[in-house]
């Protein structure tokens, strides 16, 4: 929501928002923009009233302000079907969809068009560090969009990217989440299936080689051309050595990629990227040329500082499968070092535990795990007794920050959550 309020400004409105929790670094890019912040949610915040509201999927019926919307019979729109009338229409979108990997392959894509002198415009639910901000309007005929699955508003429960029609679309993994929206990774399957329902038949959709839950959308009706990621792909990596990798198509290297990423799962991100480009036109060695110089993106195993002596590296972790991806990224680089995880359940899917069998397994690459007693329905401290890693439950962020402090020189820390974490990293680094 915050990517389309600096689209809508870049447009020329004038534009506010209200939303529960504003912080760092999204608060901060918004206020660079001049667009007014309201904490909490009030009625207040729409007088005088708004040309146009555009309601964000998590606002609820029974929310004052969606009330307060319906009851006055004022003008509002998703965020999703807003992007779709007044920014995509009529132009190239590039999608990238499915569980993980979205905001760090589309940081990827959109430097390689940036570099290709493409001028692309782009929405994307993070910061790419060569960017420094989450969207930007252009007046290129492409755009590249974070397509993600969660429903589109109150009164739309169709997943968000049915409203981006891409005409180039990346399909990076099928997970189960969003507990809260999914009843079961069928539910899931059946938006992608209709997602590639919009996609044209000049299009192209790019999909790893060996993802069955992919496979199993794609037999639910493709009427798109397809290419492969992965191992015996069209797409393939050899010589992975986690900072640098060659990268083959069709059999045939085509270069090597150079890099301060680390982890297979961002060289098979860098593959999919790199074929969504070529589908556009640009060749791969000017793709990789480009990932050369991606520097990454906030809050994705971004090293933020190195205090003494201790490497903070900072992570989104939203599910076990992208945490124990990122801990053996961080693993391959740092060797035999300590590594200490500090982790928040913060999600729906983490706090009602949906996936807390696969939970401790994701985190065992790590010496030791500090977590915040998370606010669950599940009983977090069974888990514990029960599984081998060395995990300790925290009370508050204060006790997390001392264990961190006192850790010795020399030790990795990983801070590991999607919200806030308490203003965890402010406080460590303070």
Sequence with gaps: MSGIAILAKQLGHTVSGSDANIYPPISTQLTEQNIQLCEGYSPEHLKPTPDLIIVGNTMPRGNSVIEYILNNNLPYISGAEWLREYVLKNRWVLGI??????????GMLTWILHAANLNPGFLIGGIPLNFGISARLTDSQFFIIEADEYDTAFF??????????????ILNNIEFDHGDIFADLNAIKRQFAHLLRVVPQNGL???????????????????TP?????????????????????????????GTVKWQLLGIHNAHNAL?????????????????EALNTFQGTKHRLEKIATINGKEIYDDFA???TAIAA???????KIGKQKLIVALELASNSMRTGIHRHNLMSSLSGADQVLILRPNATWNIDELLQQTPVNAVIYANIEEIVTQLKNAPSHTCILIMSNKNFGDLRRRLME
């Design 97 to 106: 969809a499915g569980t993980h990997g979205k905001t760090t392959t589309s």
């Design 156 to 169: 739309d429960k169709r997943s968000k990217f049915l409203h981006y029609h891409p005409k180039t679309l």
């Design 205 to 223: 959709i790019i999909h790893p080689q060996n993802d069955s839950d992919i496979q199993d959308v794609l037999q639910q009706g493709c009427w």
């Design 226 to 254: 397809t290419e492969t990621f992965g191992d015996n792909a069209i797409w393939e990596i050899k010589n992975f050595d986690h900072t640098s990798f060659d990268v083959y198509h069709s059999r045939q290297k085509v």
């Design 272 to 288: 999919a990227a790199i074929a969504a480009a070529n589908h556009v036109g640009i060749k791969p060695n000017l793709s990789i």
């Design 318 to 320: 939203h599910h076990p």
């Design 326 to 332: 990122t801990i053996s990224a961080l693993r391959g």
